[in-house]
């Protein structure tokens, strides 16, 4: 059974880990994880711990890890379809069946004879190959269309179902029932040869500059002004139209089609399947000016992107989101391949998930005006707890009155790029768009400012570093604090004296930059109980929930926590000055990940030759983690 991740993701969003998890290990919880007794291997004391956070369980005794999938597959020895089916009857999430034999992908065909001419669905049309990147020209993409000899070979003007293949009346013993991927592709070849009959179609897509190549690469189309031309069109598939919502019925009782008299935009799913049509009225007193597929079986708007599918088949890298249809083609036209953009509604959680697992960079265009700085303070709020650490958001604002294709005819291509290569970061767009209504040199507007802020951080993912780095990248641009200085040295470490150990440098950190514990707690399960670092680990690990957003607060908070060490603590901060190394707060995240990284080495390195292990399995899981730390270290480590 073959189970597509979108579905594997929506069942492990449903299942609680920590709850899954304790109904066979006891667990406690200890500040921001939950811990207990591996049930992998023998132990005394807990090395297991479970984030429900990150829905995921790590032991560091003998490194088992994983989903609650994994969890299931290993306590129980069973199989991976087995588990999903378990997780399928609690989460309530059905497992897809073969297309084939789905119900629900299925229509039952009607009998009867069409009324005027016999037309069945035409061949599903092999896939178009890229179009070429061409620039937009002056010629008329439809010239070829629009000779007589074409007009003659391929479209009978009296007669629009002419193109079609004429088959003999159905026989009411051979016919099968249909399926709805097969009648949507063929509804995309039914629109596609309809365009070369509208002069208003070809007209308005030649307004646009799209070429003959890039009409043909995107499959664009035309929807007849005649109320049911699919119903003649496709006289046996009635059934299949109304599932699709192609096909509505009036008040009356007599059906008629959605999309009339429109341009016609086909919508692919991430495989390449026409899942469903947008279309675009050509009469613009028409409204709405643009009509979607509703939702259906094979269609869900809320989860799919326009342009998604060629983006990935063009193999771009770099995403760009822009507000419609035309916007996507003509950008791939020009050669910017990677736009894409909504079906119609605004921007969620899903369309940034999806964008952020093809690659951890991605760009949204706003417009310049009032409505776009709505939409991008929307945005924002449904991006930032979406932004864990090594995820980069980036805001490219359109000036007023102009889209994409627009901007680049005015500025130029080249200078497009750089305009797009050069989009203000996410935290660079927050303080302007906080400071553009506060006056930021005054200590009422920069109190306002923060104030705004703190909303926006406590959005942000408590586990990764980006919530602190944001609070104290305002707090010197506002110039609450020093003005950061250059960096003389890359590498701070390897400025650091060695009169005393890393262990201390390490909660000299901790003590001045509390947030960025989350580096070294997973040294809390290496090194030695005896140790002061792992005592103040420990104190970390509890109160970690509860320090304030401020960080001077933060600062006094720690130190009253700690007051049972502040004779150790007198020693060791003036002797480490920690803040002769950590001006900026991206000096004092690497420094911090440096030393964490240089300290698991060591006490792996340290566990390897005690040769004390519980099982084979337990020392082939210590000597991976080595090497995959040993990959990552580099000239930025602390050398012994």
């Known amino acids: 059974m073959a189970i597509p991740q979108h579905t594997i993701d929506q069942i492990l969003d449903r299942t609680d880990i920590v709850e899954l998890i304790g109904q066979?290990?006891?667990?406690?919880?200890?500040?921001?994880?939950?811990?207990?007794?591996?049930?992998?291997?023998?132990?005394?004391?807990p090395s297991f711990h479970v984030y429900r956070d990150k829905q995921y369980f790590h032991c560091f005794g003998c490194q088992a890890n994983g989903n609650a999938i994994r969890f299931l597959m290993d306590i129980d020895g069973r199989n991976f379809?087995?588990?999903?089916?378990?997780?399928?009857?609690q989460t309530g999430i059905e497992l897809p069946k073969d297309n084939q034999d789905s119900k629900r992908l299925s229509y039952k065909r009607e009998i009867k004879k069409p009324v005027s001419v016999q037309v069945a669905p035409a061949a599903i049309v092999a896939e178009q190959q890229p179009a070429p990147n061409v620039a937009f020209s002056s010629n008329n993409p439809f010239e070829e269309f629009q000779n007589d000899a074409y007009s003659e070979q391929h479209f009978n003007h009296n007669d629009p179902f002419a193109a079609f293949e004429q088959f003999d009346p159905i026989?009411?013993?051979?016919v099968q029932d249909g399926n709805l991927y097969d009648l949507l592709?063929?509804?995309?070849?039914?629109?596609?040869?309809?365009?070369?009959?509208?002069?208003?179609?070809?007209?308005?897509?030649?307004?646009?500059?799209?070429?003959?190549?890039?009409?043909?690469?995107?499959?664009?189309?035309?929807?007849?002004?005649?109320?049911?031309?699919?119903?003649?069109?496709?006289?046996?598939?009635?059934?299949?139209?109304?599932?699709?919502?192609?096909?509505?019925?009036?008040?009356?009782?007599?059906?008629?089609?959605?999309?009339?008299?429109?341009?016609?935009?086909?919508?692919?799913?991430?495989?390449?399947?026409?899942?469903?049509?947008?279309?675009?009225?050509l009469n613009d007193e028409i409204k709405p000016k643009y009509i979607n597929s509703p939702d259906s079986e094979v269609f869900h708007k809320n989860q799919l992107l326009y342009g998604l599918y060629e983006g990935r088949k063009q193999k771009a890298h770099d995403w760009l989101m822009v507000e419609g249809y035309m916007d996507v083609i003509a950008l791939q036209q020009y050669g910017i391949y990677g736009a894409v953009a909504t079906l119609g509604t605004a921007s969620n959680t899903e369309h940034l998930n999806i964008l952020f697992k093809q690659n951890n960079r991605i760009t949204i265009a706003f417009d310049g005006d009032a409505a776009g700085q709505k939409a991008a303070r929307r945005t924002l709020e449904i991006a930032l707890p979406l932004l864990n650490d090594g995820r980069e958001l980036k805001f490219f604002v359109l000036p007023n009155d102009h889209d994409p294709d627009s901007l680049i005819r005015r500025e130029g291509l080249e200078s497009f790029q750089r305009m797009l290569q050069t989009a203000p970061l996410l935290s660079e767009f927050i303080f302007a768009h906080l400071t553009q209504n506060h006056n930021s040199t005054s200590p009422e507007g920069k109190s306002q400012v923060m104030g705004e802020l703190k909303q926006l951080t406590e959005l942000l993912p408590k586990h990764g570093s980006y919530r602190y780095l944001l609070q104290q990248y305002f707090r010197e641009k506002l110039g609450y604090s020093r003005k950061w200085q250059p960096q003389v040295n890359n590498d701070a470490s390897l400025s650091f004296s060695t009169k005393i150990d890393a262990e201390e440098y390490v909660i000299a950190i901790l003590m001045n930059h509390p947030y960025l514990y989350i580096h070294f707690e997973p040294l809390r399960a290496l090194i030695s109980h005896n140790q002061l670092l792992f005592k103040i680990l420990n104190i970390f690990n509890t109160i970690f929930d509860d320090?304030?957003?401020?960080?001077?607060?933060?600062?006094?908070?720690?130190?009253?926590?700690?007051?049972?060490?502040?004779?150790?603590?007198?020693?060791?901060?003036?002797?480490?000055?920690?803040?002769?190394?950590?001006?900026?707060?991206?000096?004092?995240?690497?420094?911090?990940?440096?030393?964490?990284?240089?300290?698991?080495?060591?006490?792996?390195?340290?566990?390897?030759?005690?040769k004390k292990f519980t099982s084979i399995a337990e020392m082939r899981n210590l000597k991976h983690q080595i090497y995959e730390i040993d990959k990552k270290r580099s000239l930025t480590l602390l050398e012994d």
């Open 24 to 45: 066979r290990v006891k667990l406690k919880k200890t500040g921001r994880t939950y811990s207990g007794c591996c049930p992998f291997h023998q132990e005394k004391s």
């Open 81 to 89: 379809v087995d588990v999903m089916k378990d997780l399928s009857s």
């Open 171 to 174: 026989d009411q013993n051979t």
């Open 185 to 281: 592709e063929n509804i995309a070849l039914y629109y596609a040869q309809q365009l070369p009959h509208s002069q208003t179609a070809q007209q308005y897509f030649k307004q646009r500059g799209l070429s003959a190549e890039t009409i043909q690469y995107w499959r664009l189309g035309y929807a007849p002004e005649d109320w049911q031309h699919l119903e003649k069109a496709f006289p046996y598939d009635i059934e299949g139209l109304r599932q699709l919502g192609l096909i509505r019925t009036s008040d009356k009782g007599r059906d008629f089609d959605l999309l009339r008299d429109r341009v016609i935009f086909p919508i692919r799913d991430p495989k390449g399947r026409v899942v469903g049509f947008g279309g675009r009225a």
């Open 547 to 610: 320090l304030p957003d401020d960080t001077e607060l933060s600062q006094y908070y720690v130190l009253g926590a700690c007051a049972n060490y502040h004779h150790d603590l007198q020693h060791i901060l003036p002797q480490a000055n920690i803040s002769d190394y950590t001006s900026s707060p991206e000096q004092a995240d690497k420094l911090a990940e440096d030393f964490s990284t240089k300290l698991q080495y060591q006490c792996l390195q340290q566990k390897i030759k005690s």
